[in-house]
């Protein structure tokens, strides 16, 4: 569905995340997709840019800006052309001092960048500002309170064959769908920015979010061995190691979350202050819970029970039920238990959202509520923004993704990194080797408490197992919202993201 869903890392990991087999057309059904495919427009090879001058009210001023929607072409070491990649670049002129320039991308793998563009940083976001499904059209877009724009200029890439952008020439989807390929597109889409509009001497940074993350991580060590130096890196709602999502030490990740959800919807027994009350939970999960199940089925029946009275406590689900699961409570299934009694599922993307189920029996969530909430209007308001508040001409459709490519199994997670070949992906090595290489780039995590697609102690885990020194690891920082993966459509943690990136970003210049 968008950056956060993770299909990849869906397909891996336990049984309830399973894609069920209508979220992969067979061959033959794709085949017969593509002859009605109305979208067969060609990219150009052509590079075009398409400026228009615009201004928001900005805290008792007016900030006036460029924003350019644009194509750049990609190119192999051949010299020939392998992706149109499309952005919207947002700039401000700046006769001293050059400005620092940020580079922002979803996820996926397999999402346009429409979320962060529409929701987030830029000058213009959608009001998602309430936690439940966003009235119909016409859909509001509104100037930005929140946008960095006053601090860096940003450039929003749509990944190869989402959004705007287009294989070219003899290119294939293999050519661009794997961890390596992408990483090697985002690399060279950097570069031609950077050579095209003379921002080389600019301070660069790069905000990614969820399989985006996977990427930056990438990206901070392939840029470095092509000498684009970075200032600064913000990961959104972080996943780095693809196997983090099998076995007991996701469960252990998820468990801190499962205890921020509860918490939220009332399932709390006298509801403690939420920071005090999760670090509890953190303590639980990375203590005793990580010592029962290490032991499997040698656990006493003692233990058993008091562990699972303990994540009762905790979770607001029944001794029984987590007994039942042996322990293990994969996170579907928590979506569907949690708020069972009130005939209702809670949301993967944020779990502040709720829906309904068809029955009252399911074992797992059959859709996401957060997404089925805001979908629409994200989608509808990019294209009304782009088509015509900017009349950006173009023979091509804007496809918010492409998982249809992206799924099943298309997409390589192989990764040869700087410590060798990974068989499935784990980028942290890559960070960790740009750090060290590159002392002085500051690092910022950011994560939502109410997301159970990326889990705020997975993002934790996997940052502490870099094997950094002490100061190296002293360029990470990290911050926490009470919000979901999309911590920034959230007016109040909005806001004080701005302030967290504010601080982040003078302290990386």
């Known amino acids: 569905m968008r950056s956060s869903l993770l299909a990849i890392a869906l397909a891996l990991s336990a049984p309830a995340f399973a894609q069920s087999a209508g979220d992969v057309p067979p061959k033959d059904a794709k085949a017969d997709a593509a002859k ?9 090879v052509d590079e075009d840019a398409q400026p228009v001058q615009r201004s928001i009210p900005f805290h008792g001023r007016n900030l006036a800006y460029t924003v350019t929607p644009g194509h750049l072409t990609v190119r192999n070491e051949k010299g020939e052309p392998v992706v149109s990649m499309f952005y919207t670049a947002y700039t401000i002129p700046s006769p001293g001092r050059a400005r620092p320039v940020t580079f922002l991308f979803n996820g996926g793998p397999g999402s346009s960048t429409m979320w962060l563009h529409m929701g987030s940083f830029g000058p213009i976001k959608v009001d998602a500002s309430q936690p439940q499904t966003i009235p119909g059209p016409p859909f509001r877009y509104v100037g930005n309170p929140d946008t960095l724009l006053d601090i860096t200029d940003l450039v929003f890439i749509d990944a190869p064959t989402t959004g705007l952008s287009r294989l070219l020439g003899k290119a294939e989807n293999k050519d661009v769908m794997g961890v390596d390929h992408d990483i090697d597109m985002f690399t060279k889409t950097i570069q031609r920015y950077l050579t095209k509009y003379q921002r080389w001497n600019s301070p660069k940074f790069i905000i990614g979010e969820s399989y985006g993350t996977t990427r930056a991580a990438g990206l901070s060590d392939s840029l470095a061995n092509v000498g684009v130096q970075l200032n600064g890196i913000t990961f959104v709602s972080t996943v780095f190691n693809f196997a983090d999502f099998q076995g007991d030490q996701s469960l252990i990740n ?8 509860a918490w939220y919807h009332g399932k709390i027994a006298n509801k403690p202050p939420l920071p005090a009350f999760i670090q509890q939970a953190r303590d639980f999960a990375s203590g005793p819970y990580t010592l029962a199940l290490q032991k499997g089925e040698a656990i006493s029946d003692e233990e058993k029970q008091q562990i699972a009275q303990r994540m009762s406590e905790l979770t607001g689900l029944s001794p029984d039920y987590i007994i039942r699961s042996h322990l293990r409570v994969q996170p579907n299934r928590f979506q569907r238990e949690l708020l069972r009694d009130r005939h209702l599922v809670i949301g993967r993307i944020d779990s502040r959202f709720v829906g309904t189920e068809p029955d009252l029996v399911g074992e797992g969530a059959d859709y996401d509520p957060q997404a089925s909430a805001i979908t629409g209007a994200f989608v ?50 890559d960070l960790a080797d740009a750090m060290r290489q590159n002392p002085r780039m500051k690092v910022l995590s950011v994560n939502g408490y109410y997301d159970l697609a990326t889990p705020f102690g997975g993002a934790d885990y996997e940052f502490r197992h870099m094997a950094l020194e002490p100061q190296i690891g002293a360029n990470i920082r990290y911050v926490y919202y009470e919000a979901g993966h999309m911590m920034y459509i959230d007016p109040p943690s909005a806001r004080q993201l701005k302030a967290d990136l504010a601080a982040f970003y003078a302290s990386a210049q």
Not at 254 to 261: E, K, S
């Open 380 to 429: 509808g308001a990019l294209n009304d923004y782009l088509f015509r508040d900017l009349g950006y001409k173009t023979p091509l459709t804007y496809r918010p993704n492409n998982y249809a490519e992206t799924g099943g199994g298309n997409w390589s997670l192989q990764h040869r990194a700087p410590d060798g070949f990974q068989p499935i992906a784990d980028t942290s090595s």
């Open 36 to 44: 009605d495919d109305k979208d067969i427009a060609k990219a150009s």
């Open 254 to 261: 998820f468990l801190p979350t499962y205890a921020a959800d």
